[in-house]
C-alpha cells in the first residue's frame, strides 16, 4: 500500500481513528514516567543543582518546536507539489501545537537562565532565532485566519513556512555558527562527550519520547478536527447553492 493513499481524507481518518489510542497511552505513559523519574528521582548538579532539571521541560519542548515547523515545511511542499488537503490541513494542525512548544521554551529557558546567567532574556543567536520563530508561527496561524479561500491560503502559508524555515534552522544551529553567545552547547549529541551524564541522559530520552508522541496524537487529533470542518463547510455551502 502506497504512503500517498493516506492524502485520501476517507483512508486517513480510519487509519488515525485505530492509531490515535495508543499514541495518546504512550504519551502519557512516556510523559508520566520520565518527569517523575527526571524532576524526583535524580540528583542535583554540582553546577546548577537543582535548576538543571528543568531539561526535562526546557530541551523536549525546544526540539519538538524546531521539529514541528520542520514537519509543518515537509506538509506544505507536499500540498504545493501534489495538492493534497490532507496533507495541507496537516500543517494548519500543526502550527497552534508547535507555537505553546516554543512558549513553553522560551518560558522554561528564562527560568533556567536567570539563576545560570544572571538575567531573564538575553539577546543570543539562539534566543533571537527562537523568539523570531515564534513570532512565525503567530504569523502562520494569522495567515491561515485570515484568508477565506482554504486553498489561497494553504498557498500563501505554505510560503511562509519556506521562509521560516531559515530561523527554524538557526534555531538549531545558531551555537555552531557563531561561537559567541551565553547559550550552551547541545545537550544530546553524537560526540559523546557533550551529551549530559547518564544520569540525565536516560530519563531526558524518555521525556523527549513523550513529547514527540504528544505531538503525533496532537497533530493527528486536529488534523481529524479540521478535515470534519472542511466537510461542514463544504455541505453548508451545498445547501446555500441548493
Not at 521539529?67 to 506544505?76: E, H, T
Not at 538575553?122 to 502562520?140: A, H, K, M, Q
Not at 494553504?154 to 519556506?162: E, H
Request: proline residues 4%; contains cysteine.
Amino acid at each position: 500500500m502506497s504512503l500517498w493513499e493516506y492524502a485520501n481524507p476517507k483512508r486517513f481518518m480510519s487509519a488515525s481513528a485505530r492509531i490515535l489510542p495508543w499514541v495518546w497511552g504512550l504519551a502519557a505513559l512516556c510523559l508520566v514516567a520520565g518527569l517523575v523519574w527526571g524532576f524526583f528521582f535524580t540528583p542535583d548538579d554540582y553546577k546548577q543543582g537543582s535548576t538543571v532539571k528543568i531539561i526535562y521541560l526546557h530541551v523536549p519542548a525546544a526540539m519538538m518546536a524546531i521539529n514541528a515547523w520542520a514537519m509543518m515545511l515537509v506538509a506544505s511542499l507536499i500540498w504545493i507539489v501534489r495538492r493534497h488537503h490532507v496533507s495541507a490541513l496537516a500543517a494548519r494542525a500543526a502550527a497552534p501545537v508547535g507555537m505553546v512548544f516554543t512558549l513553553i521554551a522560551l518560558a522554561t529557558g528564562a527560568l533556567w537562565g536567570q539563576p545560570m546567567w544572571g538575567t531573564w532574556w538575553e539577546w543570543d543567536p539562539r534566543l533571537t532565532s527562537f523568539l523570531i520563530l515564534f513570532l512565525f508561527y503567530l504569523g502562520y496561524i494569522a495567515l491561515w485566519a485570515a484568508i477565506e479561500n482554504p486553498d489561497t491560503a494553504a498557498d500563501l502559508t505554505g510560503v511562509l513556512c519556506l521562509v521560516g524555515s531559515v530561523f527554524a534552522l538557526l534555531s538549531r544551529y545558531a551555537v555552531n555558527f557563531w561561537n559567541q553567545g551565553l547559550h550552551q552547547g547541545a545537550s544530546l549529541s553524537l560526540d559523546k562527550q557533550e551529551n549530559v551524564a547518564n544520569v540525565f541522559w536516560v530519563p531526558l530520552l524518555v521525556c523527549i519520547a513523550g513529547f514527540v508522541l504528544l505531538f503525533v496524537a496532537l497533530v493527528l487529533q486536529r488534523t481529524r478536527t479540521e478535515i470534519r470542518l472542511r466537510r461542514i463547510q463544504a455541505l453548508e455551502a451545498r445547501e446555500r447553492l441548493a
